[in-house]
Each structure stands twice: as C-alpha cells, then as structure tokens.
Antibody, heavy 117, light 110 residues
Framework: QVQLVQSGAEVKKPGASVKVSCKASGHILSDYYLHWVRQAPGQGLEWMGWITPNGDRTNSAPKFQGRVAMTKDTSISTAYMDLARLTSDDTGVYYC??????????WGQGTLVTVSS | QSALTQPRSVSGSPGQSVTISCTGTSSDVGGYNYVSWYQQHPGKAPKVMIYDVTNRPSGVPDRFSGSKSGNTASLTISGLQAEDEADYYCCSYTASDFTVFGTGTRVTVL
C-alpha cells in the first residue's frame, strides 16, 4: 500500500518559518513529481509548487517564489516544504501529492499549520 | 495566475445528472489535455476522479466522466448518489510549467 505520511500540526508566530515533511513508502518519490498544495480554512485548493523525482529542479507559484523551498532526501524517502516569513494568511492545511497535474493518486493526510501571535 | 472558474454550487436529486464546468484560458485548460478533477469530502484529503481530461482511475465509478471544449472542461456525474455530495475541484497544467486549481464547486444531493 503506497502511502505519504506527513508531519504533525504546527503552531507558529508571524514572521517565523515552518518545515513540513512528507515520508513516502516504496519508491514513489523517485518515480513522480511531488507537489505541495494548501487549503486555507473553508477555502479551496491552492497549488504551491513541485520538485522533480530526482530533486534537481523545483518550480513554485509566483506568489510563493522567494518564500518557499522544496527539497527531498531520497535516502530516507522524505520530501520537505519550508515556508518562510509566515503571516496569518498562511494558516491552513498543507498537503503533499504526487503528480497532481496528471491525476494525483497519492496524497498525504495533510498538516495543519496555524500562524498566530 | 488566476484560479479556474467553477460554479459555486450545483445540486440534483438522486439518480439525476449534474455537470460542473471549469473555465480557463488558452494558456491552461484550452492549451493542454492535462485537466484533472478532484473530489473532497469534509476533513479529508482530495481524491482524483478524472485525469487527462477524460480518463478515470481504476475504482472510480463510471458514472463520473470528463470532457473539454475550447477553454472549458466539464465533469458530469450521472445517476447521482448520496455519497457524491462533496466539493469538486478541477486542476490544469499551465504555461510556465505551473499548475492551477479551480475555485471549487459544492455538489448537493437533494
């Protein structure tokens, strides 16, 4: 059973950074682009960016460029999403998902990030 | 990069058909055959229902179907069932190698 298991909920202060991890079973991180998607409370899905299967390239939505870093450690089958300079607008659930553009079959369970002073 | 436009809500009685539209531009929906549709129940992660405009993953009932005409993609649910009540999002590949989601549609089974 292929799974993506994400790290637990986080509470951060404005201006801080958060790092969310996404651990994969099997070799799916080596086979697929890994995307990050977020969902603010009561709102829709928002695409953040992707990292290639071998981790050599990333691409992110214009609104996150300069503030998001996506990395992966293939030796432990884990991907990471780092978001800096948090504001209250960054509060929401963050998901990792494989190949969301081509029918993302594997989703993490989501990580709630709360930004509050 | 603007979200794709979907109706806020659609509804139907059990057994009826409903269609959700997803309107973009020639730089996303109209330019590529990479449109997916996701179903999301409250508190759950999304689930893919259609990919590459018309393809249905194994395990998805054949009453879900997808199509595209010009800059608008559509998801049709035939024979609506109670468990189909959920939020639905379209998703498209775009120029510059980005991805964009639709605004989301709440499907209500009357």
């Amino acid at each position: 059973q292929v799974q993506l298991v994400q790290s637990g909920a986080e509470v951060k202060k404005p201006g801080a950074s958060v790092k969310v991890s996404c651990k994969a079973s099997g070799h799916i991180l080596s086979d697929y682009y890994l995307h990050w998607v977020r969902q603010a409370p009561g709102q829709g899905l928002e695409w953040m960016g992707w990292i290639t299967p071998n981790g050599d390239r990333t691409n992110s939505a214009p609104k996150f460029q300069g503030r998001v870093a996506m990395t992966k450690d293939t030796s432990i089958s884990t991907a990471y999403m780092d978001l800096a300079r948090l504001t209250s607008d960054d509060t929401g659930v963050y998901y990792c998902v494989t190949d969301v553009t081509r029918g993302g079959k594997h989703w993490g369970q989501g990580t709630l990030v709360t930004v509050s002073s | 990069q603007s979200a794709l436009t979907q109706p806020r809500s659609v509804s139907g009685s059990p057994g009826q058909s409903v269609t959700i539209s997803c309107t973009g531009t020639s730089s996303d929906v109209g330019g590529y055959n990479y449109v997916s549709w996701y179903q999301q129940h409250p508190g759950k992660a999304p689930k893919v229902m259609i990919y590459d405009v018309t393809n249905r993953p194994s395990g998805v009932p054949d009453r879900f179907s997808g199509s595209k005409s010009g800059n608008t993609a559509s998801l049709t649910i035939s024979g609506l069932q109670a468990e189909d009540e959920a939020d639905y999002y379209c998703c498209s590949y775009t120029a510059s190698d980005f991805t964009v989601f639709g605004t989301g549609t709440r499907v209500t089974v009357l």
